[in-house]
T-cell receptor
Framework: EAQVTQNPRYLITVTGKKLTVTCSQN?????MSWYRQDPGLGLRQIYY???????DKGDVPEGYKVSRKEKRNFPLILESPSPNQTSLYFCASSSRVPLSGETQYFGPGTRLLVL | SQKIEQNSEALNIQEGKTATLTCNYTNYSPAYLQWYRQDPGRGPVFLLLIRENEKEKRKERLKVTFDTTLKQSLFHITASQPADSATYLC???????????????FGTGTRLQVTL
């Protein structure tokens, strides 16, 4: 089954404790991205990757890091989480960059609470 | 700056009626517009795409229009059912200054509630 998986689905942590949220897709997609979703603000892009070893900042990259060492995986790293990073996070992928209307496939989401 | 607006207030309609949701945008000239459905606590799911040279697109009970002059898209669900209750998001691409890539920007979504 074609899908995007994220782990963990739920995470409670404390300020400053490094964490990684994993994202994996099995559709051989080139383009992957991370979004955070907050009430009233909608989905905002954090980082995106056009292919292996090619990543770039989205609209709200501060406090986050990503890597793309393999085509299928795109982990999101919070080196020193802060309470303002409490949010619902989604990983998404598409066959290519969303220039021609490619469908974005979203993961199930990771709900993060930073105390 | 580029902006997408969707009605933040929930839309409540009766089963069987047609639901109409609006997506307005400013300072954009998008090549296409997409609509997604999102259920609570779950990731958005793609529904329909309409391109700038298309006025209307249909898929089963769904219909999307795209008016590039008004900078507006309308999303219709005919014969609404309680199972259609969800939040509906519109999304538009932004071409970066370098012209080499594009980001997809989402509206905040409109929650639809269909009652019996």
């Amino acid at each position: 089954e074609a899908q995007v998986t994220q782990n963990p689905r739920y995470l409670i942590t404390v300020t400053g404790k490094k964490l990684t949220v994993t994202c994996s897709q099995n559709m051989n997609h080139e383009y992957m991205s991370w979004y955070r979703q907050d009430p009233g603000l909608g989905l905002r892009q954090i980082y995106y990757s056009m292919n292996v070893e090619v990543t770039d900042k989205g609209d709200v990259p501060e406090g986050y890091k990503v890597s793309r060492k393999e085509k299928r995986n795109f982990p999101l790293i919070l080196e020193s989480p802060s309470p303002n990073q409490t949010s619902l996070y989604f990983c998404a992928s598409s066959s290519r960059v969303p220039l021609s209307g490619e469908t974005q496939y979203f993961g199930p989401g990771t709900r993060l609470l930073v105390l | 700056s580029q902006k997408i607006e969707q009605n933040s207030e929930a839309l409540n309609i009766q089963e069987g009626k047609t639901a109409t949701l609006t997506c307005n945008y400013t300072n954009y000239s998008p090549a296409y517009l997409q609509w997604y459905r999102q259920d609570p606590g779950r990731g958005p799911v793609f529904l329909l795409l309409i391109r700038e040279n298309e006025k209307e697109k249909r898929k089963e009970r769904l219909k999307v229009t795209f008016d590039t002059t008004l900078k507006q898209s309308l999303f219709h669900i005919t014969a609404s059912q309680p199972a259609d209750s969800a939040t509906y998001l519109c999304a538009l691409p932004r071409r970066l200054i370098t012209g080499t890539a594009s980001k997809l920007t989402f509206g905040t979504g409109t929650r639809l509630q269909v009652t019996l």
